[in-house]
C-alpha cells in the first residue's frame, strides 16, 4: 500500500462545476496534510493546508479532512480552464520531522 | 512572503561535468530546505533534506557522493550533481518551510531543468 494515494485521473470537469480530488493515506498518526498545484512544466504551488477534522476554506477552494477514515479531499468551486492542472497531496507524516511524502498527484482538466 | 527562488533555471552540460545548483529562501530563513527531482510525468521524489550548519540527510537510494548538498547559511543550500550523465537529466525542485507554523508547509522554488548531453 501506498503511503499517500491519488487517483492519477485525468478528472475532467465542466467550466462552472465543482472538481472534487481525493487523497488517502496509511498513517493513522499523520499530523497536516497539503494540497499544491503543479503546471506542466512548472514547480508545485502551495493551494492550502489542513490539520483539524472538518472543512478548511479559502476563496473557490475547500479542502476537507477525516482522520477516522484517512482521507482528505480539496473541492474547486466554480472550475476554470485555468485550474487545469496536477493536483498534489502531501501528508506531513508521524515521526518524519518536517518531511512530506507526496502522492502521484491528480490531472484536472476543465473543459470550456 | 514564502518566496523560494533557484539558480540557474535550466542547464545543458556535457557528461562528466558537475553542475551547481542554488536555491535561497528570499524573505524568510529556512533552518531546513528539501531537495526533489522529477522526472516527466512523475511525481516528486525526496532526494535529500538539507539542515543550515550540519550534513544533509539522504533518502534510501540516492548517492550522497554524487549529490553533493551544501546549507552554508539559513538562506542558502546548494546541490552539487558531480560527473553528470544524461541519466541525471531531470527537473530539480528544491523547498523550504518558514517555520512560521507548526505544521510544516513548504514553499518550492521554481525547479532547474538539466540536461546532460
Known amino acids: 500500500q501506498k503511503e499517500v494515494e491519488q487517483n492519477s485521473g485525468p478528472l475532467s470537469v465542466p467550466e462552472g462545476a465543482i472538481a472534487s480530488l481525493n487523497c488517502t493515506y496509511s498513517d493513522r498518526g499523520s499530523q497536516s496534510f497539503f494540497w499544491y498545484r503543479q503546471y506542466s512544466g512548472k514547480s508545485p504551488e502551495l493551494i492550502m493546508f489542513?490539520?483539524?477534522?472538518g472543512d478548511k476554506e479559502d476563496g473557490r477552494f475547500t479542502a476537507q479532512l477525516n482522520k477516522a477514515s484517512q482521507y482528505v479531499s480539496l473541492l474547486i468551486r466554480d472550475s476554470q480552464p485555468s485550474d487545469s492542472a496536477t493536483y498534489l497531496c502531501a501528508v506531513n507524516m508521524r515521526g518524519t520531522a518536517s518531511k512530506l511524502t507526496f502522492g502521484t498527484g491528480t490531472r484536472l482538466q476543465v473543459t470550456l | 512572503g514564502a518566496v523560494v527562488s533557484q539558480h540557474p533555471s535550466w542547464v545543458i552540460c556535457k557528461s562528466g561535468t558537475s553542475v551547481k545548483i542554488e536555491c535561497r529562501s528570499l524573505?524568510?530563513?529556512?533552518?531546513?530546505m528539501f531537495w526533489y527531482r522529477q522526472f516527466p510525468k512523475q511525481s516528486l521524489m525526496l532526494m535529500a533534506t538539507s539542515n543550515e550548519g550540519s550534513k544533509a540527510t539522504y533518502e534510501q537510494g540516492v548517492e550522497k557522493d554524487k549529490f553533493l548538498i551544501n546549507h552554508a547559511s539559513l538562506t542558502l543550500s546548494t546541490l552539487t550533481v558531480t560527473s553528470a550523465h544524461p541519466e541525471d537529466s531531470s527537473f530539480y525542485i528544491c523547498s523550504a518551510g518558514t517555520g512560521r507554523t507548526s505544521y510544516n508547509e513548504q514553499f518550492f522554488g521554481p525547479g532547474t531543468r538539466l540536461t546532460v548531453l
Open positions: 489542513i490539520y483539524s477534522n
Open positions: 524573505d524568510f530563513q529556512a533552518t531546513t
